[in-house]
C-alpha cells in the first residue's frame, strides 16, 4: 500500500513536473513555435500517452501477480474497459482537467457538457433547464457503464486481486 501511494505520488509530481516544464518552454512571441512538442512544449503525443498506459499495465500485472498471458490479456481487456468508462465519465463529471473548455471541437466527446456550456455562456435559462437535465442524463449512462465494466472485472478476480484493483481505484 505504501509503495502505491508512493508510486502515485511520483506519478503526480512527474505531471506537475512536465506540466511545468512546458509553462517555461513556450515560445516567445513572435518565435517559430514549431520544433520538437515532445520535449517540453504542447500536450503528451499518442507515442507517450501509449507508453505511460503500457507501464501502467506493467505495473498492474505485477501487483495483480499474474503470470500466464492468456490470464492477463483477459484481465488487461477488462482493465482497459474499466479505465476508458473512467475516463468517459472525467474527473467531477468536467472531464480531464476539470476546467471549462474553450475552442471549437468538443474535445472530450461530451456533447452534453458542451451545450450546457453553451447554454450557461448564453444565460439562456429555458434551455440551461433542458440541458442540464441532459447533462445529467449522460453523466448517469456513463456512470452506469462504468459501473457495469467494475463487476465485470471483479468477477474474474481473486480475493487478492480485487483489493489491488480496489487499492488502485479500479473497482469500489
Sequence with gaps: MKLNRMLLMAGLSAVLTLGANSLVAQPAPGGNGGGNRTRGGGPPSADQIAQWRQQRMDDMRKQFDVKDDAEWKAL?????????????????????????RTGGADQGGNSAREALQKAVDAKDAGAIKSKLEAYRADVKAKEAKLEKAQEELKAVLTPQQEAVAVLNGLVK
Design 76 to 100: 488487461e481487456t477488462l482493465i482497459t474497459k474499466v479505465s476508458d468508462a473512467r475516463m468517459e465519465i472525467g474527473f467531477g463529471g468536467r472531464g480531464f482537467g476539470g476546467g471549462r
